[in-house]
Antibody
Framework: QVQLQESGPGLVKPSETLSLSCSVSGGSIGTYYWNWIRQSAGKELEVIGRIHTTGNTIYNPSLKSRVTMSVDTFKNQFSLRLRSVTAADSAIYYC????????????WGQGTMVTVSS | DIQMTQSPTSLSASVGDRVTITCRASQSIATYLSWYQQKPGKAPKLLMYAASTLQNGVPSRFSASGSGTDFTLTISSLQPDDFATYSCQQSYSRPWTFGRGTRVEIK
């Protein structure tokens, strides 16, 4: 079955850029929407945005000015860049598949903790 | 953004108990509502979608209902594997939003 795996630095300095990748295995990255979702300590899950293999993106308006997502269909992976990070961006970052038939996230990566600190 | 409010925040229950969790949307979301189970250190797992449809592989002791603004998730007979945090999520309008979760603990 399809599996997702996040990768990237666990520590980012304030004002710098957070960069994460999500590798898709066990299936093709095509025909689905791929999302980044984060969870700060004690808070609800927050959708950062999604990308399709066509490159079409939808970002959360609250983060839109700082977010860029990209997809590499040859590598079967997609990526997140979040600029100008602050301590408020410290969270567990998940990649997830959006299954449009059910309008829900049916496959998730295990998550990766990112701490913003100098 | 649509706000999702869950109650209770946490509950204590025993194996075999019937457990009901409530989720309320800040505006009508029809049946665009999903439920997730999350265990410590793990990613969320999709349990239900379209308000009342069981995801493949999820035990039938889980059920859900609701439409509009009020929704419930019910576990008919709590099992040891069910102690976790349960969150609702709306997919009516973007950005999709989640509730803060209900933690189900062992009594």
């Amino acid at each position: 079955q399809v599996q997702l795996q996040e990768s990237g630095p666990g520590l980012v300095k304030p004002s710098e850029t957070l960069s994460l990748s999500c590798s898709v295995s066990g299936g093709s990255i095509g025909t689905y929407y791929w999302n980044w979702i984060r969870q700060s300590a004690g808070k609800e899950l927050e959708v950062i945005g999604r990308i399709h293999t066509t490159g079409n993106t939808i970002y959360n308006p609250s983060l839109k000015s700082r977010v860029t997502m990209s997809v590499d269909t040859f590598k079967n992976q997609f990526s997140l860049r979040l600029r100008s990070v602050t301590a408020a961006d410290s969270a567990i970052y998940y990649c997830a598949r959006e299954f449009t038939y059910v309008d829900a996230y049916d496959v998730w990566g295990q998550g990766t903790m990112v701490t913003v600190s100098s | 953004d649509i706000q999702m409010t869950q109650s209770p925040t946490s509950l204590s229950a025993s194996v075999g108990d019937r457990v009901t969790i409530t989720c309320r949307a800040s505006q009508s979301i029809a049946t665009y509502l999903s439920w997730y189970q999350q265990k410590p250190g793990k990613a969320p797992k999709l349990l239900m979608y379209a308000a009342s449809t069981l995801q493949n592989g999820v035990p039938s002791r889980f059920s859900a209902s609701g439409s509009g603004t009020d929704f419930t998730l019910t576990i008919s007979s709590l099992q040891p594997d069910d102690f976790a945090t349960y969150s609702c999520q709306q997919s009516y309008s973007r950005p999709w939003t989640f509730g803060r979760g209900t933690r189900v603990e062992i009594k």
